[in-house]
């Protein structure tokens, strides 16, 4: 069953099919939709999970990088939830 995966990416809102046959997490797949060459950061992110203990070391890197890329607001849609598909200036979270 695929899902619906909405990002920010240099403040406009993008909404995109995801399907793990396809993809690995839902970062990889907003990259290859902007394309964005991953091979650096994935290199750089098994040298991590290679290297240091828990996860949150891995996470906190996999955001911050994809931050420093533009892309923002990451996250799967749920049935219930509306998601306007609209250019959005900045994001603010109140």
Request: aromatic fraction near 12%.
């Amino acid at each position: 069953m695929a899902r619906q995966v909405t990002y920010l990416f240099k403040g406009k809102r993008n909404m995109i099919q995801f399907s793990y046959n396809i993809f690995h997490d839902m970062y990889e797949a907003v990259a290859a939709e902007e394309g964005v060459d991953l091979k650096s950061f994935l290199a750089m992110e098994k040298q991590l999970e290679l290297s240091c203990r828990g996860q949150g070391i891995v996470k906190n890197f996999r955001q911050t990088e994809f931050m420093r890329m533009g892309f923002t607001d990451i996250k799967f849609v749920r049935d219930e939830e509306p998601i306007a598909v609209a250019s959005v200036k900045g994001n603010a979270k109140r």
